[in-house]
């Protein structure tokens, strides 16, 4: 349901963009967001983006874009300025109206990894 791209190796400093394709029906209704999770630790919450509201996690606020389009059925996560923690698989997921601790699609990952 939810197909991610864009991961790749990338220098400290530098930026990728990810995207995260839905073949959901009706998929403006859902709220869309990424997660991550790095090497021996448990997933964590990026970014969502909810009606017309975007919400981010301390780490990477200032540093990382979601953006949506509709149209496409699409997700983005730009990500700037990336550090070394930013390493992780990254995961986008799409829950009805409200995103929550269990949503409903998840997206099979794509990694990032960030060199120093």
């Known amino acids: 349901q939810l197909q991610a791209s864009g991961g790749g190796l990338v220098q400290a400093g530098g930026s990728l963009t990810l995207a995260c394709a839905a073949s959901i029906r009706t998929f403006s209704s859902y709220a869309v967001g990424w997660f991550r999770q790095a090497p021996g630790k448990e997933r964590e919450f990026v970014a969502v983006f909810s009606g017309d509201s975007t919400i981010y996690t301390d780490r990477v606020k200032g540093r990382f874009t979601i953006s949506r389009d509709d149209a496409k059925s699409t997700v983005y996560l730009q990500m700037n300025n990336l550090k070394p923690e930013d390493t992780a698989i990254y995961y986008c997921?799409?829950?009805?109206?409200?995103?929550?601790?269990?949503?409903?699609?998840w997206g099979q990952g794509t990694l990032v990894t960030v060199s120093s």
């Open positions: 997921a799409a829950d009805l109206v409200v995103m929550s601790t269990t949503p409903m699609y």
